[in-house]
């Protein structure tokens, strides 16, 4: 395989996707790692290379021939993620990467709200500890999620209180990203990458009303009542958690703080909820079929 500097995980997904487009627009070579190479996206320049996923040394270390620097997006959900990342980390190191750029969490932290956020607290902890080069892209909330928070009746529903969601765009996040995987001067730095402002749930139900000419509404649920209304889904405890304290880090203001960084990375306003929302009229299409 041709020595590739940028290597980047999750293509096929939303995020990694995103960030090899803007790569590729930007003429930069870089080799996709996907678990299904007919899933991978058809961008010039970009080599497609294919292993069984995080937990795949092997196949990560051979498919990581010659990359320099790796976008390193954080896994799907899982009750074993942080083994899942150690073990892909180790394969990166092995492989010879000199740099991660890993997707982590704002507030990462051992005893944060967020039960999926000490996840990447504990991934960045090990990142550090190899002492490979690296750059943690904190994201908040994906704006891209909120129209999903409201169910078909038109409601939201949870334990967030009047707590507010600084909420991000992935397409910021992955502008961000390639500037950040492109550029020098990132090395051992964190970036909090937020939207405009923070918002309620009781204001994001609005933004939904405007934009999609339904009323929608956010209607507070107890921690009980959070995990009592999503249980019929027969998601395993771990998931119940981490989305109920989705929920309950909003209402502990841990979600909150806005920060500069997209702004001062792409000299413009991160996108904001009403914007994004008129943008992406296919984001709320459920809530119209339902009306
Ligand atoms: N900040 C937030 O609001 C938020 C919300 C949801 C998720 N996240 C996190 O952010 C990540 C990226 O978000 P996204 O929108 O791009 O998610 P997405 O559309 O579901 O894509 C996830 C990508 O990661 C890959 N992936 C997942 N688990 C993997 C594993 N064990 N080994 C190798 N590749 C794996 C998937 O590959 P396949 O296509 O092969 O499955 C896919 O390409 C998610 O994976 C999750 O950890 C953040």
Redesign the pocket.
């Known amino acids: 395989m041709e020595a590739r500097q940028i290597g980047v995980?999750?293509?096929?997904?939303?995020?990694?996707g995103r960030v090899a487009a803007r790569l590729a627009d930007r003429g930069i070579p870089q080799r996709l790692l996907?678990?299904?190479a007919t899933?991978a996206p058809d961008l010039p320049d970009a080599e497609v290379a294919t292993f069984g996923?995080?937990?795949d040394a092997e196949g990560a270390r051979r498919a990581l021939e010659g990359v320099e620097t790796l976008f390193l997006?954080?896994?799907?959900?899982d009750r074993d993620r942080v083994a899942?990342h150690t073990r892909m980390v180790d394969a990166v190191v092995a492989a010879g990467v000199g740099r991660i750029v890993y997707?982590s969490?704002v507030g990462a932290a051992p005893d944060c709200t967020f039960t999926f956020g000490r996840d990447h607290f504990h991934t960045e902890e090990h990142i550090k500890a190899t002492g490979v080069g690296h750059t943690f892209l904190r994201?908040?909330?994906?704006i891209d999620?909120m129209p999903l928070l409201c169910g078909p009746d038109g409601v939201i529903r949870g334990p967030a209180g009047d707590g507010q969601v600084a909420a991000v765009a992935?397409d910021d996040i992955a502008e961000v990203a390639a500037v950040v995987l492109t550029g020098p001067d990132h090395d051992g730095d964190s970036y909090d990458l937020t939207g405009p402002e923070a918002f309620s749930l009781a204001e994001a139900a609005e933004e939904l009303s405007r934009a999609s000419g339904r009323l929608v509404t956010y209607e507070e649920e107890t921690v009980e009542e959070a995990y009592a209304s999503r249980r019929p889904s027969g998601a395993p405890e771990f998931e119940l958690d981490g989305w109920v304290s989705t929920y309950t880090a909003i209402a502990a203001g841990e979600l909150e703080a806005t920060s500069d960084c997209v702004a001062r990375f792409l000299d413009r306003d991160p996108i904001g909820l009403g914007d994004w929302l008129r943008e992406h009229p296919e984001s709320y299409r459920h809530l119209l079929s339902q009306a």
Do not use: C, M
């Not at 995980?9 to 990694?16: I, R």
């Not at 994201?139 to 994906?142: I, S, T, V």
């Open positions: 995980t999750g293509a096929t997904g939303g995020l990694g996907v678990r299904d899933r996923g995080y937990d997006v954080s896994a799907a959900e899942l997707t969490f994201d908040n909330l994906y999620f992935r």
